[in-house]
C-alpha cells in the first residue's frame, strides 16, 4: 500500500469573540488530506486532520516544507514492516527530517495537523474507531467508553451583558454539561468577579466552573486574581501567566491551593517534561492541557505521556484543549481525564459526532472507522472538499 496524494487547504474559523489575548476576527485553520490507495466500498481510504483553534493555519510550512517530505519519500518508508498499513512513527520521523531541536512554534502545528490524518487513515484501514486502535496499542484493549467533557465559552463578545453570559451558561448546563468555563483577564478584577458571580447564579457552585487567562497575567495579577478567586472554590484556575514563564506558575501553585491547569500552548515532551520540573505543578490536584494537534500529533503526545507517567502524574490528570474529536479519540483510548468541548464556537471543527448527547457531563464515541469525521456532517461537508 502507499499514500497516493496529501492535500491541505485554509479554513476560516473566524469570529467576533476574544479572550484575555487575542480575538478570533481573522482565525484559520489548516485541513489535511492524505489519500491512500486502499480501496473500502471501491473508495480509496482517506485521511483527515486539521489543527485545533487558537494557532493559525500553517499552509506556507505545509507545502513549501512538510508535504513535500512526505510526497518524495520512497513509499516503502513510511508503511509498517508488513506493508499492510501506515506507519506513523516513520511518518513522523520522515516529517522531521533536517529539523534542529527546541524552537516548536508553528512547526508544530503543521506535523500534529498531517499526523492527525495518518491516524485517521491508520484507523479506517483497520476498519475500527481510533479510540479502539489505540486501547489495543497501548491500554491492553481497555478503552473508556465514554469521556468526561466540559463547555468552554463566556468569551468576551461586544456588547455581551451579565444576561447573556447567563443565558450561554444555562445553555450548556441544559444541553448536559456538568461543569463550564469562561474567560477572565480582558476586563479589570472587579469586573470579572461580577461576571463570575453571574455565572455562579447559573451554575450553582464553583466546583462546576473553570476559569482561563489564557496566559495574560503578570506574576502580581495571577496572585491577585489567585486571592480573590480562592473563596469561589473553582474547579479550575487556568494558564494565569505566560505558558513559558514557569515561575509564575509555581509561585501561583504556592498561594492558591485549589486546582490550575496549563499546557495548551506547550508544544513537546520537553516542554511538558520542564512544566512538571520547573512549574510547581501538583499531580493531586493540577490538570495538564496538551493538545495533540498542536503538539507535534499523537506520536509526539505519546512521548509527553510517558514522561508525565515517569514523573508520577497519572494520565487522568491530562484533560486536551481543542475540543474535537482527536481529542476525545484520544482521550477514551489512552484513559485520560476527560476532553474541552466547545458547543457553539469554532464551527464546524468544534463539537463531536451527530445525535450523540452530553449526557451527565459525559460524552460518547460513534462506531465508526477511524477518528469519526464522517460523523458529523457539517465538518465532513468542508473536508470532502479535499477529496474532491
Known amino acids: 500500500m502507499r499514500i497516493v496524494d496529501i492535500r491541505e ?4 474559523i473566524a469570529s467576533p469573540i476574544a479572550n484575555a489575548y487575542i480575538d478570533f476576527s481573522k482565525m484559520t485553520c489548516s ?3 492524505v489519500i491512500t490507495d486502499v480501496l473500502r466500498n471501491g473508495k480509496p481510504v482517506i485521511g483527515y486532520g486539521f489543527n485545533s483553534n487558537g494557532r493559525y493555519g500553517a499552509g ?22 508488513a506493508g499492510d498499513n501506515l506507519d506513523p512513527f516513520k511518518i513522523w520521523s520522515t516529517l522531521m527530517t533536517n529539523e534542529k531541536p527546541g524552537g516548536h512554534g508553528e512547526r508544530s502545528v503543521a506535523v500534529g495537523t498531517i499526523d492527525m490524518a495518518v491516524w485517521d487513515a491508520v484507523a479506517k484501514i483497520e476498519d475500527r474507531p481510533l479510540y479502539r486502535v489505540l486501547a489495543d496499542r497501548y491500554r491492553g484493549g481497555v478503552a473508556d467508553d465514554k469521556v468526561w467533557v466540559y463547555a468552554a465559552g463566556g468569551y468576551y463578545y ?9 443565558d450561554e451558561m444555562k445553555s450548556y448546563v441544559d444541553r448536559g ?6 474567560k477572565i483577564g480582558a476586563a479589570p478584577l472587579d469586573e470579572d468577579l461580577r461576571r463570575i458571580d453571574a455565572v455562579l447564579e447559573v451554575v450553582g457552585e464553583g466546583a462546576r466552573l473553570c476559569v482561563d ?3 495574560r497575567f503578570d506574576a502580581a495579577t495571577a496572585l ?3 486571592k480573590a478567586l480562592k473563596p469561589y472554590g473553582l474547579f479550575w484556575y487556568e494558564e494565569a501567566g505566560d505558558p513559558l514563564d514557569y515561575a509564575i506558575q509555581a509561585e501561583l501553585a504556592e498561594h492558591y491551593d485549589g486546582s490550575l491547569a496549563t499546557g495548551e500552548n506547550l508544544f513537546s515532551h520537553q516542554d511538558a517534561q520542564n512544566l512538571i520540573r520547573y512549574g510547581g505543578m501538583r ?19 505519546l512521548r509527553t505521556l510517558e514522561v508525565l507517567a515517569e514523573r508520577g502524574w497519572s494520565s487522568r490528570r491530562v484533560v486536551p484543549h481543542g475540543g474535537h474529536q482527536m481529542s476525545l479519540n484520544i482521550a477514551a483510548g489512552l484513559h485520560l481525564g476527560g476532553n474541552e468541548s466547545y458547543p457553539d464556537v469554532f464551527r464546524p471543527f468544534c463539537g463531536f459526532a451527530d445525535g450523540i448527547r452530553v449526557e451527565n457531563g459525559y460524552v460518547g464515541l460513534p462506531d465508526a472507522p477511524g477518528i469519526g469525521f464522517e460523523t458529523k456532517a457539517e465538518l465532513f461537508a468542508v473536508m470532502r472538499q479535499l477529496a474532491d
Request: aromatic share 10%.
Open 9 to 12: 487547504m485554509t479554513a476560516s
Open 31 to 33: 485541513v489535511v488530506a
Open 60 to 81: 506556507g510550512l505545509l507545502r513549501e516544507r512538510f508535504l513535500p517530505r512526505i510526497q518524495e519519500a520512497a513509499p516503502e518508508t513510511l508503511v509498517t514492516d
Open 158 to 166: 461586544p456588547g455581551k451583558d451579565l444576561g447573556a453570559l447567563q
Open 177 to 182: 454539561y456538568h461543569v463550564v468555563k469562561m
Open 213 to 215: 487567562a489564557n496566559g
Open 224 to 226: 491577585a486574581y489567585g
Open 283 to 301: 499531580p493531586d490536584r493540577d490538570f495538564l492541557q496538551f493538545d495533540c494537534a498542536l503538539s507535534y500529533g499523537l506520536v509526539e503526545y
